[in-house]
């Protein structure tokens, strides 16, 4: 399963309703909305205006329900292409490796609901090891465009943060209620 999506649309219902976190459709959302902060956020601009990355984020360990969004998958694949500050290319599911990623970051889904709550930063998720990056060997040997990565993670996950986000245990969602909220993000 591939899914790749533009970035100048907006939702069919325009609502703030929260949408389910890491479904395919939060994803799109979270990346429009990392988009579009680049134009209020002067901060964010600057910094991005010449940095590239290529990244693969692999979340293991999915919520029973949300796996029926990911073809039954335990993992969410999600493949971010930015040039230049600007998202070139987002594919969610399975998707064909044209280019090797700068990094490709896997954890599992309960570490990825930190960092996105804020509770958990990407600094610390990488000492503590909740994290895996590969090749590990880059971050050493690339240390400013490490640091500027983790610096570019932080101010992304404070605009993500603005996306109104439901959690499947939050909810005590059952697989059926997931559907249905998938349903409704189409």
């Not at 790749?4 to 609502?15: E, V």
């Not at 309703?17 to 479904?23: G, I, K, V, Y």
């Not at 799109?28 to 984020?57: G, H, M, P």
Request: proline letters at 5%; one cysteine or more.
């Amino acid at each position: 399963m591939q899914r790749s999506c533009g970035f100048d649309g907006q939702r069919a219902s325009g609502s703030r309703r929260p949408l389910l976190f890491l479904s395919p459709e939060w994803v799109r959302v979270v990346t429009r909305t990392i988009q579009a902060a680049r134009r209020t956020d002067e901060y964010f601009r600057k910094l991005s205006v010449d940095y590239s990355l290529r990244l693969d984020y692999h979340i293991r360990e999915l919520p029973g329900p949300l796996r029926s969004l990911w073809a039954g998958s335990w993992e969410a694949r999600i493949r971010l292409e930015l040039e230049r500050g600007k998202v070139r290319k987002l594919a969610v599911g399975d998707f064909p490796l044209e280019e090797a990623p700068d990094f490709m970051v896997t954890s599992n889904y309960r570490t990825a609901r930190q960092l996105f709550e804020g509770t958990l930063t990407p600094t610390s998720a990488f000492a503590r090891r909740l994290v895996r990056i590969e090749p590990l060997e880059s971050v050493y040997h690339r240390p400013r465009f490490t640091a500027r990565t983790i610096i570019m993670a932080n101010v992304m996950l404070r605009h993500a943060r603005q996306v109104p986000t439901a959690f499947v245990e939050d909810k005590e969602l059952d697989e059926a209620a997931v559907q249905r909220l998938a349903q409704a993000e189409c």
